[in-house]
């Protein structure tokens, strides 16, 4: 075994240690997470339904188009230009799409690719305390990203890359722009024959949504002075000053081992850890089956699971009203399965694929992912 392999165990066996007791490190302890303090959470919904059903742990594994919105390391990785549209019914009546085009440069040393996601609803009846029954008017709700990405090969072992994207967040007649940065690294090896991954990936480090907008106008009825007789006065137009919110940043370690490689046929484990900035630590897993290229016909397929932990916040005693419930802490939620398979058909250098996914969210129902690529 060579010493950059033995190095590349070292960090598999790393991240698969941060990746499988991370439950058993969170503590019930008072600390100073940003519960539910963010914006902008569309840009954690994911691209791809291959991602979708491996879940975040797919980034030590992408190297195709979505490596654009997984790990942008991966990309240097790409083997042909390809480009690749994916979307979901999201719940309420919201979806999200994702859009991906990328192409390898220089012989394979580096890649480029832009990205851009988008989220939302329209068209939705607008009530208020005073109107339960509604106002008669409609409001809609629209976030997008625009990304651009480059990855470069620094070695046959090693690849880093970023991607610099720009956030659009309006809220009915309220609107918000941010900047952010996605910064990811890949480390790959063998065993033998056997392929093993290694990413370190930090998403949407960047500057804060802050809204502004005709929404945020109201009327403004200033106090007489102290010692002076109340006097009726008419509203004077004023804006409200909205705070500045802070993007979703998520840090992931995540690695893949092939388990069996023969051939074609592969059978691929994976597993990640997460550190948000908004909630506790999570951690997650998943397996992929899949066989290239079938009977030389052309057709390849592939099957995949994966299942994701995330712990409740630390709550205790919370009350709504006459409504009150307590949340344990450290404990977790189990709304994190997701399943799905591929197929795909390259003849010469052409390659068309169709991935589908399901993943329960819990409380929230299941959704289905679709997505479909091309590469040339």
């Known amino acids: 075994m060579t010493k950059s392999s033995v190095c590349g165990l070292g960090a598999i066996g790393l991240a698969m240690v941060l ?47 979505t490596a654009l919105y997984y790990n942008p390391a991966g990309l240097a990785q790409l083997p042909r230009p390809a480009a690749m549209v994916s979307t979901y019914d999201y719940v309420a009546g919201t979806r999200y799409s994702w859009l991906g085009l990328a192409f390898p440069l220089g012989g394979g040393v580096r890649a480029i690719g832009l990205s851009a996601g988008t989220f939302g609803f329209s068209n939705q009846p607008e009530y208020t305390v005073d109107q339960p029954d509604g106002t008669g008017r409609t409001y809609s709700v629209a976030e997008t990203f625009l990304a651009g990405t ?6 046959d072992r090693f690849s880093a890359g970023f991607s610099f994207k720009f956030i659009s967040d309006k809220l009915a007649e309220t609107r918000a722009g941010a900047f952010a940065v996605d910064f990811g690294t890949s480390f790959h090896a063998t065993i ?13 480090l960047g500057s804060q949504l802050k809204h502004d907008g005709s ?64 909630t506790k ?49 450290g404990s977790f939620t189990e709304d994190g399965i997701a399943v799905g398979g591929g197929l795909a058909y390259g003849k010469g250098s052409l390659r068309l694929g169709f991935d589908y996914a399901w993943r329960d969210l819990g409380l929230l129902g299941g959704t289905n992912f679709l997505s479909f690529s091309v590469g040339w």
């Open 19 to 65: 990746a499988t007791p991370a439950a058993a490190q969170i503590s019930t302890r008072t600390d100073n997470t940003a519960y539910g303090g963010t914006s902008g959470e569309f840009l954690l919904l994911g691209a791809g339904a291959r991602g979708a059903a491996l879940g975040g742990a797919y980034a030590a594994l992408a190297t195709d188009v």
């Open 150 to 155: 480059y990855a470069q090969n620094f070695s």
């Open 192 to 204: 033998g024959a056997r392929p093993i991954r290694a990413s370190f990936v930090l998403q949407n």
């Open 215 to 278: 929404g945020l106008d109201a009327g403004v009825t200033r106090p007489p002075p102290l010692g002076t007789p109340e006097v009726p006065q008419e509203p004077q137009p004023a804006r409200l000053r909205a705070s500045g919110w802070d993007l979703p940043v998520l840090f992931r370690v995540s690695a893949a081992l092939d388990l069996y490689s023969s051939g074609q046929n592969r059978v691929t484990a994976l597993g990640e850890f997460t550190q948000p900035n908004n």
């Open 281 to 329: 630590p999570g951690a997650g897993g998943g397996l992929e089956l899949s066989s290239a290229n079938i009977g030389n016909s052309g057709f390849s397929l592939a099957a995949r699971a994966s299942y994701t932990i995330h712990p409740y916040n630390n709550v205790n005693d919370i009350s709504f009203g006459a409504l009150s419930t307590t949340a344990s802490s």
